[in-house]
C-alpha cells in the first residue's frame, strides 16, 4: 500500500521560507513520479511542481518559478518542496501526490494522496 506523508508546513511571514517534505513508501517501482498540489479556501485544487526519478524532469507552475525548488533524495524515497520569498497567496493545504503506474511528470493522472499539510503566509 503507498503511503506519502508530508511534513515541515507552518506559519511564516511574507518573504520566508519553508521546507516541506513528503516520505514515499509501498511504491514496488525502482522510478517513481512525486507532486505537490495546494489548495487555498475557496479555490480549486492547483498542481504545484512536480518531479520523477524517471527522466529527472521537473515541472512549475507559472506562479512559483524561481522561488519554489523541488528535489528527491531517491535512497531515502523522500521529496522536498523548497518554499523561498513566500507570499501570502501562497497560503494552502499542501498535498503530496503520486501515480502508481507511471513515473512520467506531470502524470495524467495522480492515484495516491498524503493528508496535506497547511501552510500560511500572514504578517
Known amino acids: 500500500q503507498v503511503q506519502l506523508v508530508e511534513s515541515g508546513g507552518g506559519s511564516v511571514q511574507p518573504g520566508g521560507s519553508l521546507r516541506l517534505s513528503c516520505a514515499v513508501s509501498?511504491?514496488?517501482?525502482?522510478?517513481?513520479?512525486i507532486g505537490w498540489f495546494r489548495q487555498a479556501p475557496g479555490k480549486e485544487r492547483m498542481a504545484v511542481s512536480c518531479?520523477?526519478?524517471?527522466?529527472?524532469?521537473?515541472e512549475y507552475d507559472d506562479s512559483v518559478k524561481g522561488r519554489f525548488t523541488i528535489s528527491r533524495d531517491d535512497v531515502r524515497k523522500t521529496v522536498y518542496l523548497q518554499m523561498n520569498n513566500l507570499k501570502p497567496e501562497d497560503t494552502a493545504i499542501y498535498y503530496c501526490?503520486?501515480?502508481?503506474?507511471?513515473?512520467?511528470?506531470?502524470?495524467?493522472?495522480?492515484?495516491?494522496w498524503g493528508q496535506g499539510i497547511q501552510v500560511t503566509v500572514s504578517s
Open positions: 501526490v503520486t501515480d502508481t503506474h507511471d513515473y512520467a511528470c506531470p502524470a495524467r493522472e495522480y492515484d495516491a
Open positions: 509501498g511504491l514496488g517501482f525502482d522510478y517513481y513520479v
Open positions: 518531479t520523477s526519478s524517471g527522466d529527472d524532469n521537473a
